[in-house]
Each structure stands twice: as C-alpha cells, then as structure tokens.
C-alpha cells in the first residue's frame, strides 16, 4: 500500500489517480499528525511506499520522513518539492529519502520513480527473509567432532583445500555430517565472512528447483508476481552448499554445470546474465558412478564437482569417536534442557553405544542421546535409557510419540496446504506442482476445508 501526504487537495487528487492508473492500493493524509498516527498503529507491515510533500503545517516533509523511518526503516519515501529547493532535495537524500520530485509535478516521471522504489523494496525484503531462513541453518562454527586416524586426515584435507576456490564434493553415507564438514571448509575459507548458502536438492520439488538456484523476473511464469533472488545470486562471494546433489532433476544438471563453466546465472524470463563468484561444495550419499551409467547423472557435470573428493567415514568405521561425540551431545542436550541440573552418562550406558552399528551414523547417535535424555528421569543417563529403536525396548513414551505419528491424509492436507501457499493460492499452479487436474484440486481443497 502507498501512502500519500499532502495538504493540497489537488495534488492528492492527482496522486490518488496515478496510483489508480498503476492498480496500486493507497491511502491519503491531508495530515502529517493523522499519517503519523496511522504508522503508528497499522502501517508497518503493509505499506510499501510514501509520497509526501515538503512544506506542511505542523512537520515539514524532512521531519515526517525520519519519524517514519524511526517506526518502519525500510520503507521508501519520495518526496515532493518546490522547484528551488534544491536544498532540501539533498538533506532528503542524506536522510535516506529513496529520491525526490520538484513541483509541478511530472506523473510519468513519478510513476518511474514510485515502480522502481516499489521494487527495490520487494527485493530487500526478500533479501532479509532469505537470510533470516539462512540464520536458521547457520549456526556457530562447529568442528568435526573426533580423534581417530580417520578425522584427524579429514582435518588435514581441510586445513589444505579451505583457502583454494576449487569445488568440492563431499561423499559418504547419510548422517556422516557432510554439511559440518561444509561448514568447516567454509569458515576457514577467505569467503568466511559472508554466511555460506545451503540448499538440499532432494526437499524442493523438480519445477521448483531452478527458480530457487537461480531466481525470477517478475511475470516469468504463472504466479510470478515480483521478482526473487536465487541462491546462487544470494551466496555471490561466498559459498555454496548444494546436498543432495545426486537427486538433482537431469534436465536441471545441464544448466547447473554452464553456471560452473562459465560463472554466470540468468534469471528464469530474462534475457541478460549475472557474473557470479561462488564456490561450489556438493554433497551426496548416492554413488554418482551408478548414477551416470544408468543415465541419471551427467557425467562432464561430476568431473566439474569432483575437483577434490572427500568420502567422509561411517561411524562403525571411527567407534573410538563416541565417547567424545556422546559427550557433545549431552551438552547440547543439557543447555537445550535450561533446567539448571546437568545429567551424565554411565559408562556401561557408553559401552552400549560403542557397540551398535550405527546405520544411521551420527545423526542417529545425536537422535539416541536427545531421546535417552529425555525418557530418563535419573541424573545419570543409564544403558537401560539406550535404545536403538526394537520394538521390545519401546516403552510407554514411545507408544505415545507413535500415536501423535499423522495419517496419510493428515499429511496430504498439509503438504496441498503448503503448496496453496507457495503459490498464492493460484489453483492452475499448484494442480500442476500437485501433478493432479484443477477439478481435483477443488476438491480436496474442499474436503480439507483449506479455502
């Protein structure tokens, strides 16, 4: 919503008419003290530009525009001045005013100025919600837990590729802490100080994907309605992360590797391309060999992502690490619990621990300690807490957490949910994301009770 300030009733009739021509939403003051009113209470989260004259009783223009910015400091502000004021137009400037118009005014120039400052807008706002999901992911620096032979050889297989630019593909069975290792190449790159970007290949369904790589224009395809940064444009200068690679949709594998060849990116609906600085670490728990016998992964693509390969070791292969990496977990376990007692862990529980194979690595052993914390009511986690999901070891907290488990249509409802959202409740778009017809859609919008 555009809001407009002016107590010229005939320059706000003709603000009012170029927003209506533009099919912008809008809100007119004829008072800076009512506009400012309305900021307070309601204008936030919703307004996307403001208009406002210089010369007003009571707060001049340059006054109205920092009380605003104090209340909503991204918004953009244009502001409207006489034609010898240049003065004013720079102190408008330096106070972070996005431009300025001189009276009389000049619509079509205005309406230019009001779509571009609407836009930069839409885009820094998308910026600061990328990266609040990348705060999400980015935690502190972790170091790979461990003192095996096998850890202390990845340290220095780190230690010697971190400062190079080369790609790296990361291997190795899942929950082995491939994105740890990422992480840790990252931090003692020389992109350190920019966050490294993450994205699993296999969580964003195929149709999806390339807009999330590499972004759109405004209009590029149904749904489309303002432009959006792609990861490869967010992580310029840094680091890349892109797990899951061996999941990636064929046909998307082609354009990936003209992004590697030639540092470029072009937008989905644009013409122009973007140079691009970013350093590719790729991970996978597939074997990428089969893969490409078996056509479903490009082979001129691997050798560009295997420039340096490291298979990261399965756990039952390092058991000499458990203990060390028990004893992180609990802590993680023990500050997460913020309840003052900090519990232990026996030493028959840990012999119990080293003597599991560990399918799911260490992801699972993180899982096994998190659910012994909590099952135990004792200071001391003890091996009758250690279970590794048999069903004789299932007690009456499991049987609970196993009837809060979904049914399918449960998730059905979530997931077309979800979907709707995604793309604004366009039907045409989510059928064809859903991959069922429009009249299907309907219906189970309808059954679902999700209008």
Aim: hydrophobic share 40%; aromatic share 6%; net charge positive.
């Amino acid at each position: 919503m555009v809001i407009l300030l002016d107590d010229d009733s005939r320059i706000l009739f003709a603000l009012e008419a170029m927003c209506e021509e533009l099919r912008l939403p809008y809100t007119s003051f004829s008072s800076a003290i009512e506009a400012l009113d309305f900021f307070k209470k309601d204008a936030k989260k919703n307004t996307s530009l403001l208009i406002c004259d210089y010369k007003m009783p009571h707060i001049d223009g340059l006054e109205f525009i920092q009380k605003v910015q104090k209340i909503h400091s991204n918004l953009p502000a244009i502001l409207i001045t006489a034609h010898d004021c240049s003065d004013v137009a720079i102190k408008a400037l330096e106070i972070g005013a996005y431009d300025y118009i001189t009276k009389p005014i000049n619509l079509k120039e205005l309406s230019l100025l009001s779509k571009r400052a609407i836009r930069q807008k839409e885009i820094k706002d998308q910026n600061a919600e990328l990266m609040k999901k990348l705060e999400g992911i980015s935690q502190k620096k972790i170091s790979f837990i461990g003192k095996s032979k096998l850890v202390e050889d990845i340290r220095s297989i780190i230690n010697k590729i971190a400062k190079t630019n080369a790609n790296i593909l990361l291997t190795g069975e899942t929950g082995t802490g491939k994105e740890i290792v990422a992480r840790a190449i990252h931090e003692q790159s020389e992109r350190s100080e920019q966050k490294m970007v993450a994205i699993n290949c296999a969580s964003i369904p195929a149709n999806l994907l390339e807009s999330e790589f590499f972004g759109h224009v405004k209009g590029a395809f149904t749904g489309a309605d303002k432009d959006k940064i792609g990861l490869f444009e967010l992580a310029h200068g840094s680091t890349i992360f892109l797990d899951e690679i061996g999941d990636m949709p064929f046909e998307l594998q082609s354009k990936l590797l003209r992004v590697l060849q030639e540092g470029k990116i072009r937008k989905i609906g644009e013409n122009k391309e973007k140079k691009i600085d970013v350093r590719v670490i790729a991970a996978t728990h597939n074997n990428l060999i089969e893969k490409i016998k078996e056509n479903k992964f490009r082979e001129d693509l691997y050798y560009r992502l295997n420039v340096i390969n490291i298979k990261l070791p399965s756990l039952r292969s390092r058991k000499e690490d458990i203990p060390l990496l028990a004893d992180h977990f609990m802590r993680k376990s023990n500050k997460k619990n913020k309840k003052g007692d900090k519990k232990t862990i026996s030493h028959k529980a840990l012999l119990k621990l080293m003597t599991y194979d560990w399918p799911g690595n260490v992801r699972e052993l993180e899982n096994t300690i998190e659910r012994a914390f909590i099952m135990s009511n004792e200071a001391e986690i003890s091996e009758e807490s250690i279970f590794f999901g048999e069903a004789t070891n299932i007690d009456s907290f499991e049987q609970q957490e196993f009837q809060k488990l979904r049914s399918l249509a449960e998730l059905e409802k979530e997931y077309i949910s979800f979907i709707l959202q995604h793309t604004n409740h366009i039907k045409e778009k989510a059928a064809s994301i859903l991959g069922i017809n429009r009249k299907t859609l309907y219906r189970k919008i309808k059954d679902y009770e999700l209008e």
